[in-house]
């Protein structure tokens, strides 16, 4: 019977032993978050995410520093975008998710290279920018492009913009509510012809000395009124941003930046 009990006894602690030594790297791991991008199952929508989900999506999965090469040498371009030989001509709408706020890169160089027929980007405000210094290329040859939303960017740490915009030729609007500096820009704003913020877009001014409000950025500017809409985020309906609310359907008004339901949204 004493040998029985202490068998037991034996056994439960083993048991127990077990159970903590698995338990704690699963308990670990779930709990463990990432950035990554989802392709949708169609391939028109990037999705960006960072948190511990990434095995509940849809869709094809990238992590956030994959990347791909090509054959004229080019390197480093990420797995989601476009390269030097081949472009991107399937992805129409590009997403931050909430989560991504928390998530510190130091570069968004060549995030959208190539994304020839790109059209829309939600949520650039869930990119955390504190801690970024390449932004180079970025947007180069996203052709589809009309409206920029940059919301509370810091830049501070930014080194290089070069290319940023480069061939962005619909380009017509970049919202931007601060004046951006940094050490390189060569050929931040060539080729985007359509811009026009404080001043039309002018091909010997294409450097980071006209990111501000005298050059190619626009004021948002929200009134009182659509703050308040901005930050109830149950608000009904569809406003301008001064504040007036509009009747009817997005998709069938005119081309610019409206508050609908309490969160910005684009319309081309």
């Known amino acids: 019977?004493?040998?029985?009990?202490?068998?037991?006894?034996?056994g439960a602690t083993f048991i127990v032993l077990l159970c903590t030594?698995?338990?704690?790297?699963?308990s670990a791991q779930a709990q463990e978050k990432e950035a990554y991008v989802v392709l949708s199952e169609d391939e028109t929508t990037l999705t960006f995410y960072y948190d511990a989900n990434i095995l509940n999506h849809e869709g094809t999965v990238l992590p956030i520093d994959e990347?791909?090469?090509?054959?004229?040498?080019?390197?480093?371009?990420?797995?989601?975008?476009?390269?030097?030989?081949?472009a991107n001509t399937w992805v129409k709408k590009a997403k931050f998710d909430a989560s991504f706020k928390d998530y510190l890169p130091t570069s968004i160089g060549c995030w959208?290279?190539?994304?020839q027929n790109l059209e829309t980007i939600e949520g650039l405000e869930n990119i955390n920018t504190s801690n970024?210094?390449?932004?180079?290329?970025?947007?180069?040859?996203?052709?589809?492009?009309?409206?920029?939303?940059?919301d509370k960017w810091d830049v501070s740490k930014v080194?290089?913009?070069?290319?940023?915009?480069?061939?962005?030729?619909?380009?017509?609007?970049?919202?931007?509510?601060?004046?951006?500096?940094c050490e390189t820009s060569t050929d931040m704003f060539t080729g985007c012809t359509s811009l026009k913020g404080a001043v039309a877009y002018d091909a010997t001014q294409k450097d980071v000395s006209m990111a501000n409000h005298e050059?190619?950025?626009?004021?948002?500017?929200?009134?009182?009124?659509?703050?308040?809409?901005?930050?109830?985020?149950?608000?009904?309906?569809?406003?301008?941003?001064?504040?007036?609310?509009?009747?009817?359907?997005?998709?069938?008004?005119?081309?610019?930046?409206?508050?609908?339901?309490?969160v910005l949204e684009i319309r081309n």
């Not at 030594?21 to 699963?26: E, G, I, Q, S, T």
């Not at 149950?234 to 930046?257: E, F, N």
């Open 67 to 86: 990347t791909q090469s090509d054959e004229e040498g080019g390197y480093g371009y990420p797995a989601w975008a476009g390269t030097l030989k081949e």
């Open 112 to 115: 959208f290279y190539n994304c």
């Open 159 to 181: 080194a290089d913009m070069s290319d940023m915009f480069y061939n962005c030729s619909s380009l017509t609007t970049i919202y931007c509510d601060s004046e951006w500096n």
């Open 1 to 10: 019977m004493r040998f029985n009990s202490t068998f037991r006894a034996l």
């Open 132 to 150: 970024v210094v390449y932004m180079y290329s970025m947007f180069v040859n996203c052709f589809q492009l009309k409206t920029l939303i940059f």
């Open 215 to 262: 050059g190619y950025f626009s004021k948002v500017g929200p009134t009182a009124l659509s703050r308040t809409v901005l930050n109830a985020r149950k608000a009904k309906g569809i406003y301008t941003l001064q504040g007036k609310r509009v009747d009817g359907k997005l998709q069938h008004l005119p081309a610019g930046v409206y508050i609908v339901n309490g």
């Open 21 to 26: 030594l698995f338990a704690a790297p699963l």
